[in-house]
């Protein structure tokens, strides 16, 4: 059983910052690209940044240059460091990551649960 569990996300004023993390737990034979996805009220899941096994970055044109992905491959774990928080950042943050259980298994998307991130004064 494959588990993404996210950091507690939270309210930040305009222009502060927070860290997301996010944990993988159970059988994990391996992990390709991780990720992190957001969805405001309204609005279709959007791409905020993906980090693949060998560190290569893709972000969002709306968070360059204010939000940083990093992984930690010891702790299967991946981080989203996020500054310069605007309101339209405003939505709940979904960490996924590309798994392959077990070595004789084919790799899949796993999502965590989502975390709230509200941006306002």
């Known amino acids: 059983q494959v588990q993404l569990v996210e950091s507690r996300g939270g309210l930040v004023q305009p222009g502060g910052s927070l860290r997301l993390s996010c944990a993988v737990s159970?059988?994990?034979?391996?992990?390709?690209?991780m990720g992190w996805y957001r969805q405001a009220p309204g609005k279709q899941r959007e791409l905020v940044s993906t980090?693949?096994?060998?560190?290569?970055?893709n972000y969002a044109d709306s968070v360059k240059g204010r939000f940083t992905i990093s992984r930690d491959t010891a702790k299967n774990t991946v981080y989203l460091q996020m500054n310069s928080l605007k309101p339209e950042d405003t939505a709940v943050y979904y960490c996924?990551?590309?798994?392959?259980?077990?070595?004789?298994?084919?790799?899949?998307?796993?999502w965590g649960q989502g975390t709230q991130v509200t941006v306002s004064s």
């Open positions: 996924n990551a590309n798994i392959r259980p077990r070595l004789l298994e084919l790799f899949r998307t796993y």
């Open positions: 159970g059988s994990i034979f391996s992990i390709n690209a």
């Open positions: 980090i693949t096994s060998a560190g290569d970055t």
